[in-house]
Every structure is written in C-alpha cells, then in structure tokens.
C-alpha cells in the first residue's frame, strides 16, 4: 500500500498569493515524522518543515507551515506569499520509528510540481 | 555549515561499463541512505546503512548493484555493469543518530547519472 499519497496534477500560484499543497499518509505506527522538501530543476533536495506524530502544534518555518490533521492522516503543506523562485517540484515523505527506535527510511510521495505565475 | 558531499555531480557511461559514486555523510551522522530517482518520480531508497551495517537492502538490484561503508563513515555505491535503465539521480542522505526521532535528513547534491 502506498504510504505516502500526492495526488493534485501540476499546481498553479500567482506570485504573493498563498497556495497548499497535499499529502496524505499511512502508517498504523504511533511514532513518526512528517517532511516536506523542495527540489527545484538543480536536483539538490531541500529541507523545508517538519511535523512530529507528537507534536501537539503545527510546524512553521517563515513562508512554510504544515497543515497536520492526525485524525485524517494529512500533512498539507501552506506556502504563503509565493515567490517566483518557489517554482519547483515539492515532496512530502514520512518516516517511521518503529519498535527498535531506529531511524527507518524516509518514504517520498510521487511530488508534485509547482509553478509561480507573475 | 555541515553538508552531505557527493561525486562525481554527473557521470556518463555506456551500457556494460562499472560506474562508482561516492557519499560523505555529515559528521556524527550514523545513518546513511543512498536514492534512486527517476525523472518526474520521487527518490526510492537503494540502501540504508547504520553505522557499517546495512539496515535495509531490500530494494536494491543485487545482482548488479553494491554497497559499502566499511568504516561507518564514507559510502561507496557501485553499479556494474550499468543498463539504461539505470540512469537516473543517485541521492544520498545523512541523519543524526538512533532515537533521535525528528531528526532531520539531509540531502547531499546527487549523481546525476546517463546510460547510453
């Protein structure tokens, strides 16, 4: 089963205006953490927030904030005031803990692609 | 500022030949994870490797595809010998130790690699 679901076609912004992006997941373990990075054309992977499963307030990082609904299993991500420069593709991934407490892998969701209109 | 460091940042091949990428993890970092990205996808984990040992190999073509860190420090990933099916952007990725739960992935700049 597909763990992380990123299903919206290619999104389309007008520069200062707010756009969400969603991702939603799976897991039936009770410790995990939520990502999301951007990958513009360069290919370099970029952090931009994260969300623990026991984290009782969303994440924020300047222009960033994760939209975390547990009860439904959805991690949206807000970018407010967009920029050109946002343009790219954005992933959101999970990772799981597990009973060990070993770091598992992080899981990406297929993406999706955003393009900042002028 | 720590950073994963890659090389090389693009190789070109051709089918058959043995190509070789290289992964220097942050310092400290005892988890160590090589990607496989195809364009237009999200990145698949090859293998994830804590300290010196290999924690999940599970999706990695074994038959033509290995993987070492034998001093828990820098990785080598190996193909040989390339398809190409294999090209692709070759990531990899460091985090802090175990138990550190929010622990943040840090990305290197990948291998961008073509197969002719």
């Known amino acids: 089963a597909q763990k992380i679901t990123q299903t919206q076609p290619g999104m389309f912004v007008q520069e200062k205006e707010a756009v969400t992006l969603d991702c939603t997941y799976d897991?039936?373990?009770?410790?995990?953490?939520l990502f999301w990075y951007k990958q513009p054309s360069s290919g370099e992977m970029i952090f931009l927030i994260y969300q623990g499963s026991y984290d009782q307030q969303n994440a924020t990082e300047g222009r960033y904030s994760l939209n975390f609904q547990k009860a439904r299993k959805s991690a949206n991500l807000v970018i407010s005031a967009s920029q050109l420069g946002d343009s790219a593709m954005y992933f959101c991934a999970m990772r799981e803990i597990g009973e060990t407490g070993a770091n598992s892998k992080l899981t990406f969701g297929k993406g999706i692609t955003l393009s900042v209109r002028p | 500022e720590a950073e994963v460091a890659q090389s090389p940042r693009y190789k070109i091949t051709e089918k058959s030949q043995a190509v070789a990428f290289w992964c220097d993890p942050i310092s400290g970092h005892a988890t160590l994870y090589w990607y496989r990205q195809i364009l237009g996808q999200g990145p698949e984990l090859l293998v994830q490797?804590?300290?010196?040992?290999?924690?999940?190999d599970s999706q990695l073509p074994k038959d033509r595809f290995s993987a070492e860190r034998l001093k828990g420090v820098d990785s080598t990933l190996k193909i040989q010998p390339a398809e190409l099916g294999d090209s692709a952007m070759y990531l990899c990725?460091?985090?802090?130790?175990?138990?550190?739960?929010?622990?943040?992935?840090?990305f290197g700049p990948g291998t961008r690699l073509t197969v002719l």
């Open positions: 990725a460091s985090s802090a130790p175990r138990g550190l739960a929010g622990g943040q992935v840090f």
């Open positions: 897991t039936s373990d009770p410790s995990y953490g």
């Open positions: 490797f804590q300290d010196e040992s290999v924690v999940d």
